[in-house]
């Protein structure tokens, strides 16, 4: 059964950083794509970033680039999201997803930029 | 960008009627490689999204076969054959063709 576990969010000052995790489970991560997209509290869903299966190929929402790096970690079966100089506008639910489509995905980790 | 638009933005629905959402882009999403990458994913209230439908009208393995995809080029349509307490929740429709990824702004389907 494929599975994605994300972790690593939390409260954060703006400005500040984090890095999310994201355990897979179920398949070889290193054959797919990967994705991170989020969602605004009460607001619709915003694709982030995606990494191929060997790292060497990465894109970003314009939002994010400069700020924000996608990798991973195809031994650890892991995926991650480093997030820095965080913005109030950066607060949502961060989800992993398989694929540039996006079959499976994660229950989600929040992350809260605020004062 | 690939603007995403959806319509309805809400769609009121008696259980067992049929109900349509349709999903339009702002360019065509045919691939170079031939393939339309238009998705749909459904998210029910407190849960994750859950693709649906795949390269327009493909289901998702345990996606039950009320749910279908049609469409083409940059115009498309999830359809919903008879609608059951269940499916209330919000669809998004998705481009992949083009970078940036871009979804619509979701239609959030209610019981009447």
């Known amino acids: 059964e494929v599975q994605l576990v994300e972790s690593g969010g939390g409260l954060v000052q703006p400005g500040g950083s984090l890095r999310l995790s994201c355990a897979a489970s179920g398949f070889t991560l290193s054959t797919y794509w990967m994705s991170w997209v989020r969602q605004a509290p009460g607001k619709g869903l915003e694709w982030v970033a995606n990494?191929?299966?060997?790292?060497?190929?990465?894109y970003y929402v314009d939002s994010v680039k400069g700020r924000f790096t996608i990798s991973r970690d195809n031994a650890k079966n892991s995926l991650y999201l480093q997030m820095n100089s965080l913005r109030a506008e950066d607060t949502a639910v961060y989800y992993c997803a398989r694929r540039t489509t996006l079959d499976y995905w994660g229950q989600g980790t929040l992350v809260t930029v605020s004062s | 960008d690939v603007v995403m638009t959806q319509s309805p933005l809400s769609l009121p629905v008696t259980l067992g009627q049929p109900a349509s959402i349709s999903c339009r882009s702002s360019q065509s999403l045919v691939h170079s490689d031939g393939n339309t990458y238009l998705n749909w994913f459904q998210q029910r209230p407190g849960q994750s999204p859950r693709r649906l439908i795949y390269?327009?009208?493909n289901r998702d393995s345990g996606v039950p076969d009320r749910f279908s995809g049609s469409g083409s080029g940059t115009d498309f349509t999830l359809k919903i054959g008879r609608v059951e307490a269940e499916d209330v929740g919000v669809y998004y429709c998705?481009?992949?063709?083009?970078?940036?990824?871009?979804f619509g702004q979701g239609t959030k389907v209610e019981i009447k």
């Open positions: 990494i191929k299966q060997d790292g060497s190929e990465k």
């Open positions: 390269k327009v009208s």
């Open positions: 998705m481009q992949g063709t083009h970078w940036p990824l871009t």
